[in-house]
């Protein structure tokens, strides 16, 4: 069982970073295409090229609502990031091509032909996976360093946890940093690594005096405790709210 506490500040600011930047491209990206040979794109002559970008960063809102990035979270693989982006441009294309249509509709303007939102969005994809896969890099980078880490600590005894310490701690770019266990008994098989920092009891004075270990200090909590020590494991999980 996996309890966290709340500590996702610089998580929310990676996220709310890599939502902007995703504005910014696709900004940049538009700016461009409205440079372009406009008779090509058949966009004419009128002058709503501010309207478009409008209903383009429109169509962005509502992609973003439902499809923002999971680069900030810690175990995203190269595969989701990559379903998760296909979905954002897409969800992005069409719902900007629907405002764009009913909007220009009611105001008697002539709407950008199909090849405008292939090309843009063609253009907008690859751009996007670009970024995505850089940002995630660079995310990867300074969590290795040891910045945006977050501390786990474990409640039991459990062999079970050994083979999550290992997956915790394998791969630096995740940021984890398992602090110890809290335990009755001692662990068979620990790796070095994985430290008994005390009984169970020495955990209820840290929940119940938090000027013993200031509380920020266990960012998320794994706990493998029997079922017969359920009040213990109720005391965690108020602790951990």
């Known amino acids: 069982m996996c309890l966290m506490k709340t500590n996702t500040k610089t998580n929310n600011?990676?996220?709310?970073i890599v939502i902007f930047g995703d504005f910014v491209a696709l900004n940049i990206l538009f700016y461009i295409f409205l440079q372009i040979e406009r008779s090509y794109l058949h966009l004419g002559s009128g002058p709503y090229g501010n309207l478009l970008a409008i209903m383009q960063?429109?169509?962005?809102?509502?992609?973003?609502?439902?499809?923002?990035t999971i680069i900030h979270k810690r175990f995203s693989a190269s595969e989701q990031v990559l379903k998760r982006a296909t979905y954002l441009i897409l969800t992005q294309i069409v719902c900007a091509a629907i405002f764009t249509k009913l909007f220009f509709t009611m105001e008697n303007?002539?709407?950008?032909?199909i090849p405008f939102y292939i090309y843009f969005g063609a253009f907008l994809y690859l751009?996007?996976?670009?970024?995505?896969?850089t940002e995630r890099y660079f995310i990867k980078k300074y969590r290795s360093f040891g910045k945006n880490s977050r501390s786990v600590t474990f409640i039991g005894s459990d062999k079970s946890l050994i083979g999550l310490y290992k997956s915790l701690v394998s791969d630096p770019s995740t940021g984890y940093r398992v602090i110890g266990y809290y335990a009755d008994e001692i662990m068979d098989g620990a790796p070095e690594g994985l430290k008994r920092l005390g009984t169970l009891q020495d955990l209820n004075h840290i929940m119940d005096d938090t000027d013993v270990l200031n509380v920020n200090s266990?960012?998320?909590v794994y706990c493998s405790l029997p079922w017969s020590m359920h009040d213990e494991v109720n005391k965690?999980?108020?602790y951990c709210d």
Do not use: H, W
């Open 57 to 68: 960063n429109c169509g962005m809102v509502v992609a973003q609502f439902y499809f923002s």
């Open 218 to 220: 266990m960012d998320e």
């Open 109 to 113: 303007y002539a709407t950008p032909a």
């Open 13 to 16: 600011l990676i996220r709310d």
């Open 127 to 133: 751009t996007l996976i670009i970024l995505r896969f």
């Open 236 to 238: 965690i999980m108020k």
